[in-house]
């Protein structure tokens, strides 16, 4: 089945600066890679998706950006704020019958005002 | 409607109570799932339904029973818990179940379980 690695666990920025993210995915049938932010007791929300025949896509301040032949994606936030502080989970997914999404272990993102 | 409503909130339970975890969508998904998250870690898949009917069960112990009743409504039936079950319990759902363009899930505020 598919395996989704994450790293860094931890990551603490200056505000304004940049945050890189970066996930591997095991399941070469893997074709839809959501990003989700989740906050201190609340839910999970989708912040980006990538499906498998994009490269790149951004919104605003973050961009995500999918390499299908190393098998890894990455989320990249610019200009940082305190208010980008929480957790950050990847996920892929085959999209077959199941929709069945692997997350990867989480990010902590720490903003330094 | 763009949400996924889950009732209730917050649940304490004993060993030997029965009770049910509910959630609701109104978007038209036809996909809809249960995850558990313990603190510090991810959503871990516990169920999915598609088109009403269980398509996954990630050997998932039986003391939690899945039920669909219909495309709107998802309950999760709680029975004879233990401690370590205590998490946060995420109802998702997603518009098709059989992937192609739409494969966002959008997750509940999820029922925050704690047995004693």
């Known amino acids: 089945g598919e395996n989704v690695e994450q790293h860094p666990s931890t990551l603490s920025v200056q505000e304004g600066d940049s945050a890189v993210i970066k996930c591997t995915y095991s399941?070469?049938?893997?074709?839809?890679f959501p990003w989700y932010k989740q906050e201190l007791g609340k839910r999970p929300q989708l912040i980006i998706d990538?499906?498998?025949?994009?490269g790149e896509k951004k919104d605003q301040r973050i961009a995500v950006t999918l390499n299908k032949t190393a098998k890894h994606f990455s989320l990249h936030i610019t200009e940082t704020q305190p208010e980008d502080s929480a957790v950050y989970f990847c996920?892929?997914?085959?999209?077959?019958?199941?929709?069945?999404?692997?997350f990867g272990t989480g990010t902590l993102l720490a903003v330094q005002p | 409607d763009t949400e996924v409503t889950q009732t209730p909130k917050h649940l304490v339970m004993g060993m030997t109570n029965k009770k049910s975890l509910k959630c609701e969508q109104h978007?038209?998904?036809?996909?809809m799932y249960w995850y558990k998250q313990k603190a510090k870690k991810p959503p871990e898949l516990m169920f999915v339904y598609s088109y009403e009917k269980l398509s996954i069960n990630e050997s998932v112990p039986s003391r939690f029973s899945p039920e669909c009743p219909n495309s709107s409504l998802l309950n999760l039936h709680l029975h004879a818990l233990q401690p370590e079950d205590s998490a946060l319990y995420l109802c998702a759902s997603s518009p098709n179940p059989y992937g192609g363009g739409n494969t966002e899930a959008f997750f509940g505020q999820g029922t925050r379980l704690t047995v004693v």
């Open positions: 978007m038209g998904h036809r996909a």
């Open positions: 990538i499906r498998s025949n994009v």
């Open positions: 996920a892929a997914s085959d999209g077959g019958a199941t929709n069945k999404l692997i």
């Open positions: 399941d070469s049938a893997s074709n839809y």
